[in-house]
């Protein structure tokens, strides 16, 4: 009898030896995979491969050519939208689907805000002038935000000059940005 409360008491041991082992891969694994599993924007994660990033891309292309951040906004990711730093995918810079003159590129810039406030995100930068194009200082972010669960900085930014304008919208994972912001 002494032997197999010995045996039992062995395989208990072992089994939460297992079961340690077991947690410790899932837990590896899943901060492994939490970089690579945080949204940017739609179906693109921050640090996907780029070449996944742009099969997506061609995939979705018709949805995403017909973005709107804001009644009357039409926005577009195109090829050259996906930034990428050792072939991982770090941010993405959406435009204006069309060129837009100086009062539309100004209405876009308000009715951005409006759209990425009433989505819960915060305004957490703003120049005085974020509204006008002309005023922007062009060395500055014009409007940044971050989200709730400050995983995504988005960046709104009009540019151009004279009759021709367009405002770009810019998704960043928040703690990348905050590193290259800190200089890391």
């Not at 979705?60 to 050792?86: M, P, Q």
């Not at 922007?136 to 940044?144: E, G, Y």
Request: glycine share 4%; proline share 2%.
């Amino acid at each position: 009898m002494v032997y197999n409360l010995r045996l039992h008491i062995f395989i208990k041991k072992s089994s939460l030896d297992s079961m340690r082992l077991l947690y410790f891969f899932i837990l590896l694994f899943s901060l492994n995979s939490d970089a690579y599993s945080q949204k940017l924007f739609k179906s693109f994660v921050f640090q996907m491969p780029m070449q996944e990033a742009k099969l997506i891309l061609n995939k979705d292309s018709k949805i995403l050519k017909n973005l709107a951040f804001g009644e009357g906004t039409v926005y577009a990711v195109r090829k050259k939208s996906l930034v990428g730093k050792d072939d991982r995918l770090v941010s993405m810079n959406l435009g204006s689907k069309k060129n837009l003159n100086l009062e539309q590129a100004g209405t876009y810039m308000k009715k951005s805000r409006a759209y990425f406030e009433s989505k819960k995100f915060k305004t957490v930068y703003a120049q005085e002038n974020w509204s006008n194009p002309i005023l922007v200082k062009k060395n500055l972010p014009c409007i940044r935000f971050v989200d709730t669960e400050k995983t995504v900085v988005v960046e709104v930014d009009p540019r151009g000059q004279g009759s021709v304008y367009n405002v770009f919208v810019t998704f960043y994972n928040y703690d990348w940005f905050l590193k290259k912001a800190l200089g890391k």
